[in-house]
């Protein structure tokens, strides 16, 4: 497995990443789907991808003012490569680049489910906060 932090992603990239995001059901389908994956990994803090020799098998986040928190984001790995300590290492590496860039305070939303995980990673459920969202509709 190949771990590379990217910051210009090639069309082959955003093609990979885009189906990442697919088989995760996060993603509707727009016109500037290629401009939009540009968009979000410039505006990332980082951005982490697996691959597995051509293929992208996982990938992760992270968005931060740089300076003191950030949020772990985006992180999914193909089913067909789970178990085997993907997801884990992305999230570890996040944390090294998060912690190596002087950010200490890491949050993130676990999905339905998935918060055991994230809680063999070291995170916790932060008592007296409740997750909330707005999203505006085009």
Known sequence: MRYSFIDSPTAEHIHQILSLYKLEGWWV????????????????????????GERMVGMGRAISDGVSDAYIQDVAVDAKCRGRGIGKEIVRRLLNR??????????????????????????????????????FMP
């Open 29 to 52: 389908e727009s016109r500037d789907d290629a401009d939009l994956v540009k968009r979000i990994i410039a505006g990332s803090h980082c951005f982490i991808m697996v691959e597995d």
């Open 98 to 135: 998060l912690n190596q860039d002087g950010v200490n305070w890491v949050g993130l939303i676990a999905e339905r489910g998935s918060h055991p995980f994230y809680e063999r990673l070291g995170f916790g459920v932060m008592p007296d906060a409740t997750p909330m969202v707005r999203i």
